[in-house]
């Protein structure tokens, strides 16, 4: 059976196409720097806003139509596998990403879970042998259920803990059978409301002896994929503890789990942060922690996760300039944490909305490659720190200076000249360069 009628393999046709399924700009055989952009881009489709989505907002029913909707339970969680394999092949995607309620319904028992989950893996394995499409990671949806309400590995219930810790541990079984690059670790209600009913302490020692428990049990069954925590403040708790890069890390560092763990990046969580995405990106790369990418995008002028499919070529390209920086994302990828619009319900919107991210990031991994051979921002960043590279500013970086000194050396300076920052101008020629890759396209 066919899921997506009429709908042939999505090929690259260059930027004049005026084929709506065709990319204009991602051509996974283009080598940028010696790497296909498949290679280097590592794209991945993300099971729940594709495949389970229904279209619902904070004021609305759903609205999607989907060829799999006449059918329920576990007929509809095995359709939805064979529509998904469909939808890789045609978009020619070489990953794909799930939580394990995406794939297989939960039971009234978890036994029952357990059985439903194994049943729907076996069929992935079975498709997955004959696909180019392979699982970059998978994860344990912990924060939807009723359960759920005060935590996971933070709850004050010991039971929803040990509830929390069978669910991972099926998730990290699933995740060896399955080959998975990696395995995904996000709190989605691992903080708190009001302190006046939580032991902070507790809650955060209970969340650092989880992980441990969850390296030991990956070590046990011998899968080796990379551990990622995805970082997300606010929604759907005030205070939450993963709520960026930088409070993550500080979480990694004092419970020793820097070794084992880096952040799957999500844009849309950059911003609720009240970061840009390429500031997460850079404090992780920074600190050797940067693993994996959730593509998307918010709307500045919603308060809340809108996870829109990414089509800002400015953030596109200052994603990628931290990508390739970081040598590029090792058994990480981009996987579109994203979903088509309420009003966009048709299932070959799902189409149009992966080619238009694909393009974007595409067009940003060119710019960024010829901004870094250019070192556009490289030369203009050493000019301006150029201070730190000679005299008292070298000895400060050398740690051959103190207090003492540096008072002498004030008070030998007659004045203090700075230096411009240019913001302006580097944004002209980001703008410069985005344009030239434009021309440079449709020619």
Request: hydrophobic share 40%; glycine share 8%; aromatic share 14%.
């Amino acid at each position: 059976m066919s899921y997506f009628n009429g709908i042939s393999k999505i090929q690259f046709e260059g930027s004049t196409s005026t084929n709506p399924f065709a990319f204009k700009h991602y051509n996974p055989e283009e080598k940028i720097a010696g790497k296909t952009m498949e290679e280097t881009l590592r794209f991945a489709v993300a099971y729940w806003h594709t495949f389970t989505f229904e279209g619902t907002d904070p004021f609305g029913a759903g609205s999607m139509l989907r060829p799999w909707d006449h059918l329920t339970g576990m007929d509809q969680a095995k359709a939805r596998v064979e529509a998904a394999f469909e939808f890789f092949e045609k978009l020619n995607v070489p990953y794909f990403c799930f939580h394990d309620v995406d794939i297989a319904p939960e039971g009234n028992t978890l036994a029952e879970t357990y059985r439903n989950l194994d049943e729907i893996v076996a069929m992935l394995k079975e498709y997955i042998k004959t696909s180019k499409t392979k699982l970059l990671w998978n994860t344990a949806n912990n924060f939807t259920h009723p359960r759920w309400l005060h935590g996971a590995a933070t709850s004050p219930n010991a039971d929803v803990f040990a509830y929390a810790a069978a669910k991972v541990k099926k998730g990290l079984e699933i995740a060896k059978e399955l080959d998975a690059e990696n395995y995904v670790f996000w709190g989605g209600r691992e903080g708190y409301e009001t302190l006046l009913n939580t032991d902070m302490k507790l809650e955060l020692d209970n969340l650092g002896r989880f992980f441990h428990m969850a390296v030991d049990y990956a070590k046990e069954i011998g899968f080796t994929g990379q551990f990622l925590i995805e970082p997300k403040p606010k929604e759907p708790t005030k205070h939450q503890y993963d709520f960026d890069v930088a409070t993550g890390l500080a979480f990694l560092q004092k419970y020793d789990l820097t070794d084992h763990f880096k952040f799957n990046i999500e844009a849309n969580h950059a911003t609720l942060a009240g970061h840009t995405f390429e500031h997460e990106l850079r404090t992780a790369r920074i600190n050797g922690m940067l693993g994996s990418v959730d593509a998307n995008q918010g709307d500045m002028l919603l308060g809340w996760d809108t996870d829109e499919f990414p089509t800002d070529l400015y953030s596109t390209t200052l994603a990628m300039y931290e990508i390739l920086l970081n040598g590029g994302l090792g058994s990480g990828g981009l996987n579109f944490d994203a979903k088509v619009r309420r009003g966009s319900f048709e299932a070959e919107d799902l189409f149009h909305a992966h080619i238009a991210g694909m393009d974007s990031f595409a067009i940003g991994l060119k710019v960024a490659q010829r901004l870094i051979e250019d070192q556009v921002f490289e030369k203009f960043i050493a000019e301006r720190y150029e201070s730190f590279s000679k005299g008292i500013g070298l000895d400060v970086v050398e740690g051959r200076t103190d207090f003492h000194q540096l008072e002498q050396h004030a008070f030998s300076l007659k004045e203090i000249k700075n230096t411009s920052g240019r913001y302006e101008r580097l944004r002209a020629i980001l703008n410069q360069y985005l344009l030239e890759a434009e021309v440079v396209s449709v020619r």
